[in-house]
Structures are given as structure tokens and as C-alpha cells.
């Protein structure tokens, strides 16, 4: 393994996006919540442009708009004609607020602001009559961090503005933090979850605000998403698993376990079995319930699969990139394949990323190369070494597969090249299932392809 | 119902009902979830094409992944514009500046890349982090030997349009470094073309059909040597009005090279750009190969239009672009398929551009300045339309309320421009008005039931 730090100064094909980005997402996993950026139009623009290539919705976020003197006499009017604003035309239930490196690098004091302007809506000096949407504020300056650091901070900023404090540990309810997955992974919480029967807050939930039916007129926010009431009672949760490790300190968990006496668990995604296993090891802690019988054979199921397609992908060797959390868990499922992820990396940067993945090859004794604050240009210059099989991993990789000539494997976010990126399953036993048949089946097409012979047998 | 803000009242406009004149090139409203991006995007989009030319973008990372292979515009040669380049300054270089960064960035890119010239992106902290950019790019400049051109986008500082400037500042400090490439006589630039799915070959090819020599494109399939010797065009061939007028009229300042407008989007449009060009140089054989090239093709693709056209006869559209002198074109295209336009609207649009959008539609079409996505949304359900025009951002809009769509954006992979253009726009639209998936829609159903639409 190795922890050398970057050849280059600048960063070439990011693995990354920027914190904002995150908060914008998972604000729209709230119900009736919309983002607004406080900033230039253009970060919100580029933003949801970004997210309609991948969930192919709607994705509205709203913009402070700086122009050249707000930058120089402050945001403070420009966020309070925003509120006013996307209040009256959205009609939202919640508001979540989001920096940018702009307004955090002319030091701008939001907090303040959106006191000031509560204040002063409540008092009806500003506001829309008749609606007092909540507003709450997560600081997400981009030269810190990636967008996995936006994501996580609006979570926390929305559970310290939600959730009820005078709360305490005692209900049966389940929180679950569902990391940044697809809306099909968060409709397999949402299922897996329901098996148990307990009543839970899932949070944030996408899985029909980003992914909806089509409609019969315009939906200015679209339904679902975690509902507000559903935050509020977060405190009085048996306990909070959260999805995801390379998680900031001021978290979630962690916020509901001091305040509110909540106990919080961190654990890897639930990608492949081993991770799969300790993500129901923890619900039956929480809820006294062995695993769904569902469940056991969904597992079972998965292991048969596993053997029977385990000739198409043991000892391959795979280039998997992307968010720290994804690639860790990715890790572990390829390792319990045989598939050797030869080359592991990310764009955040984080010393503990190696021996974190490290940890989860359990299998593997093969020289794995795992770095951390890398792009896409440093992963092609270094694959270029190695005789990889496949890639896997989000579409901005497909800019490795097409110059090594190897198959690709799409998976996580984003996925900017084909449709239904947002629906591809990858947690629990049957996202296992699915990735493992997409990766042994990119395996055999890529043999028959190259087969002079195209076999119809394989 | 969604009501128009109140910021927003006079950039809303329908003919025959309204008599007010439509307020435009104001900033965005806050709040009003603008279809906008920033100067930074104006920038980027106007320079993206140059192929042999380093793009590093300086600021924090978002602005580079954002641009990351955005754009449809092809290269004959090096691809060096559709890698995406970044300083990523981070906490450190916010509080001690980001000139280092900055200075060795270029330097290991140029060094890596071998780029002709370097484009350096100002975003927004760059200034207030008091980095001086131009001292950096003047110092890598003499050390390369290549131009290292600082572009001033922080994209808090003005509209896309400002953005548009500041790269036709950036191109306008390398016109004059001629390469002595010889060139015809007659002999133009085109500006405005973006060579999206190969579009500037198109209409290169039309123009060489004519006997028309091209010194430089701006800056579809370009390089930095071709801009260098743009000055000694006789004339300046301007689409998109927005990117390029103000290029075009410092050319014009310095060098003399008058210029006029064109479009490349349908026949009419197509026709009357070769042609203009063609009386420009005021030479009999181009102006009779013209005529037979204009003739030909017309000729050739009318009969391919018509299946298309019986289709489309009498659907309706919403066209909502960039610049609204495509808005333009793409009306009269419509037109020609026999679709009535209903709501149009730009986000860059000036006072003449929306004059003459009101002298060409119908009455009843709402005209929009800077629109969101309720309230175009609202117009097109209440217009009835059956198609809207847009980029990427607009599909979805589009796709949830039951109607077709056709990109007509940066983004797109396929050439509408030219005559050939034309066929591809005709198929792209009957592809998607006419598929039957919209019968299942619940938005078309209740339309055909008399709701609202």
C-alpha cells in the first residue's frame, strides 16, 4: 500500500465536487425543503445542472445572487429578498441555507442574518404572510472538503434546527443516516426498514423527491422526502446507525447522542455481505429482531449467485474510485469476490483513507495501490502500470476505461452517460446481487466481444 | 398558479395583451431560481473550444468539475480542452493567497501539456483573496514563451454577458500574432460557432463551396496560432450575437474588419448568412456559386422535410435558450415545420433582441427575460405547447409535465446547424413530439380532457 501524496500541484479531471453540491442534495431529501445558495447564480445553476444529468428530475435550488457589491457591502439584503422570494413562490415547509466560498470568504455572518431575519418575520417586517417556513444554515465554504462534507454538514444542520432537544433516548424509533446512495438504495432502507416494524427517520430521503412518478401539473417541490415531524422525534430514537465513516466531527450522530442521549453507530455502507451483515447486526441490536427471514434469503440467494458467477471475476482486478465511503465499502464487497481493487482512490483528502481500506481487504494479497486527494488524470497515469480488467465506479471514470481499453462497471454517483444511474441498487444482499451480476456480466461481454470465436455459450 | 415576482413583472410579456417594453440584462432576482450561470460560465463557454490551448481554472474546485467535458464542441486535432484543470485552492491558500499555487500549477501544466497558449479562469475569491493574476500570468509568460492570458470571470462580477467580455478580451490580446499563414483574398472569420457536433466543419464547408477563405473561427475546432492571424479577415461573420458582438466591434475598433450577424439554424437563416457574406465581397462568381449552393441544398432537402412537416403541422412550441438570436432562427425553423411558437424566451437577451422577437411571433406568444422553471413551466402548460426547446436544465422541466423536448444547448451531440442541421432538427423534434410514450402521460391526458394546457 502506498500513501505517497500527489505528483501534481493542480488538480487534473477532478474526483471530486464541491460542499455545496452535497448540502443541495441532501436539503432535497427533506420534505418540502429547498436549497438556496448563498452566492453567485452560477453555483446554483452548475449545480443542478449537474444533479438533472444524473436523477433526469427537476431539481430547483435557489440562488442569493451576489453581484459585485453584495460582495462588497455584504449578502444581507440579497438573502433576505431570496427568502422572501422562494417563500412566496414555493410555498416550502423548510428552507436550508448553504455558503459558498464567496460568502464565506468575504466572512459573511449568516447565522446572524437568518436570526435577524426570523426576528423580523416573525414581527412581519419581512416574510410572506401566513408561512414561517424553518430555515436553517449549513456552512459548506468549497475550499474545504468535498461535497461529502456539504452533505454531512447539511444533515447536521437540519437535525440541530428540526429535531426537538427536550427529547431523550427511551422510543423504539430507528434513525438511519443514509450516506449519499442512490434513490433505489434509499427505497431499499425504506423496505429493509419496514421489516422490522419499528417506526424510523429516514434521513435524508431522495428516493422520490430526485426520482418521482411524472405528473399531472407542475410539482413545484415534489412529494416525499424525510418529513419535518419525522426530524423532530429524532431524539427520542433507540439509536442512530449513520452510513459512512469519513464522517466530520460535528455529525449527526453524534449531535443526537450528546443532546439527546441517542447513541450513534458509524458503519461502512452495507455493500456486499460482510457489510451487508454488520448493517443488520446493528438493526438487531437496536430492535431485538434477528434478520427478516426476507432477508436470509435474500442472502442466501446472493452466496448462490456468488458461486456460480465467482469463475468470471476471481483474481480480476479492478480500478475503483470515488467518495471515501463509496470506495470503501466497494473495497470490501470486491474483495469477498476475489476481484482485486488494484487501484483505490479518492478525491477528498484524508490520511486515514489507506489503512481504512486497507482493513477491508480481508482476502487479497496482492500489491493494492490505495490513494487519497488524487483525480482522475493522477488514476490514469498510474493504471497505465498496472493491467487492470475493469473500472468501476461513477461515469467520470468512463474518461479511464475508453484510454485503457477496458470495460467499465457504473456505478455511484454521478452517472452522466446512461439513464437510470439514480435507480442502480448497490446496497444490502440484493444490491450486492445486482453489482455482482453488472461486474461479471462486463466481464464476459468484454471476452465475448474480443473472443475471435463469439461463443453464444459463456 | 404560480404568480410572476413582483422584481420580475415587466420581463414577462405577452403579445397583443401587453404594451409594456420587456426589461432585460438586469441581474437575476434573488431567489427567483434563474436558469442563469455566472461569468465565469460566460467565459468558459467562449474559450472551451480553443483544442491546443491549457483551460486552468483558478479557485476552489467546483467551478472546474462543473465545466469537466461540458460542452459538445469537437477538435480535428488535440483534445487538450476537454480535460478540466484546477488549482483547487483550499483553506490554506484563502488565508496566505493562491499565487504559488497558481504559479506552480502553470508551470507543471505547461511543462505536462505543452499547450500553445494558457487560459488562466479567475472565480470569485480570486480577487479577494488578493491574488494578482496578471503578474503571475506575465511572469509564466516570459519563462514559456507561450501567452498566459488571466480571464477576469469571478462570477459575482456582472451576467454571463460579462462573461462573454471577458473572453473576448482574452481572444482580443491574441489577435495580431500572425503565423503569416497565407490567406485568400476573400476571406472572413466566423464568430460564434462552437463547432457543437461538428457544426463549424458544416458551415466551413459552404463557405469553401463559395470560394470564401476562413482565417480564424471563434472558436469552434480553433487554435490559438489560426486566432493569432484573425485580424486579417475583410470580415467579421458573427453568430450568437451575446459571445462575440463585443469582440467583433473591438475588431472593428482596431483593425477595421466590419462584421455582421448571421444565424446558421434553418433554411432562411442559412441561406441569408451565405448570401450576405456573398454580397459583402461583392464578387459575381462567389455570389453565383452561392446561389447554387444555397439552391442545391434546398433543393435536396425540402422533399426530406416534408414527412416530417406533415406531422408537425399545427403542434406548438416553447423555445427557451440562451441568446435570443437563436430564439430567432429557431421560430422560423418551427415555422417551416409548421409549428406555431407560443413562449419564447432567453436569459441573455437585449432591448432590439426582444423588439424583434415581438415583430416575429404571433400574437398571444408570451415572450420571457431571465425565466425559472414555474413560471416557464406555468406558460407552457397554459399555452398549450407540445415541444420546448432548451439545454439540459429545461429537459426535466419539460419531460414532467407530458411534452417534448429538444436540446438545443451546448451540451448536445448532434448537428442542428446548416441545411443538413436542419433535417437533424426536423427528425429531433418528430422524434420526440410524435413518440407514443405521451399517451401514458397523465399531463396529456388531462389536457385532452380540457384541463388547462
Redesign the interface.
Known sequence: MSDEKKQ???????C???S??GACFAMRGIEGCIP?IH????????????G??HF?????????????A??IFGGRD??Y??????T???TPTAIGVTS???SE??GENVPMYLHSYLKERGEGKCGVAGQAPPVFYAST????G?HMDGFHEAIVSAVKALADPALKRGGERINLISGFVSAEDIRELHRLLALYGKEYTLLPDYSETLDGG???????LPAGGTPIEAIRRMGEAAGTIYLGKAVPEDNAGSYLEKTCGVPAAFTDLPIGIEKTDEFFRLLTELTGYPLPAVCEKERNRLIDAYIDGHKYCSGKKAILYGEEDFVAAMASFLDEIGVVPILAAT?AANDKFASRVGENLRNTKAKVTVRDDTDF?SVLEMAEAEKADFVIGNS?GY?LARNLGIPMVRCGFPIHDRIGGHRILHLGYRGALNLFERICNALMEASQNAAPSGWTYI | M??I?K?RTKQVFEKGKDGHDIECGK???????????????GSRVVLYPIADALH?IH???????????IRGSMSSGPELHR?????????N??IYGGEK?LY??LT??IA?YHPEAAFVYC???VG??GDDVGAICAKVARESGIPVIPVHSE?????KKDGYRAASEALFSLIGRDDGKELAPDCINIMGEFNLAGETWIIKDYYKRMGVDIAACFTGDSRVAEIGRAHRAKLNVVQCSGSMTYLAKMMKEKYGIPFIRVSYFGIEDMSKALYDVAEFFKNPDILKRTQQIVADEVTALLPKLEPYRKDLAGRKAAIYVGGSFKAYSLVKALRLLGMETVVVGSQTGSDEDYKYLKEITEDGTVILDDT???EL??FV?EKGADLLIGG??E???A????IGFCDHNHERKLALAGFEGMLNFAKEVHSSVMSPVWK????R??AAEGG?R
Open positions: 501534481y500541484v493542480s488538480t487534473r479531471n477532478a471530486k465536487l464541491c455545496p453540491l438556496l452566492g453567485s447564480q452560477g453555483c446554483a445553476t452548475y449545480i443542478r445542472r449537474y438533472i444529468s433526469r428530475e427537476p431539481i430547483d435550488i435557489a440562488s442569493s445572487n451576489f453581484v459585485e453584495t460582495a440579497n438573502l429578498t431570496a427568502l422572501d422570494n422562494v412566496r413562490q414555493y459558498t466560498c464567496l470568504t468575504i465554504p468549497s475550499y474545504r468535498t411524472t405528473w399531472e401539473d407542475y410539482q413545484k478525491g488524470s467520470k474518461y | 404560480t404568480d415576482l422584481e441581474a437575476s432576482t434573488a431567489g427567483s431560481v434563474s436558469q442563469r450561470a455566472c461569468v465565469f460560465c486552468l479557485g476552489p474546485i467546483g467551478c472546474a468539475a462543473y465545466t469537466w467535458d480535460l478540466s484543470f484546477s488549482t483547487d485552492l483550499r483553506e491558500e484563502v499555487k506552480a500549477a507543471e501544466l505536462k472565480t470569485c475569491i479577494l483573496i462570477g459575482f462580477k456582472g451576467t425559472n422553471p414555474l413551466s406555468r402548460l439540459v436544465k429537459r426535466p422541466i419531460y414532467k409535465i407530458g401514458y402521460s397523465p399531463a391526458r388531462k388547462l
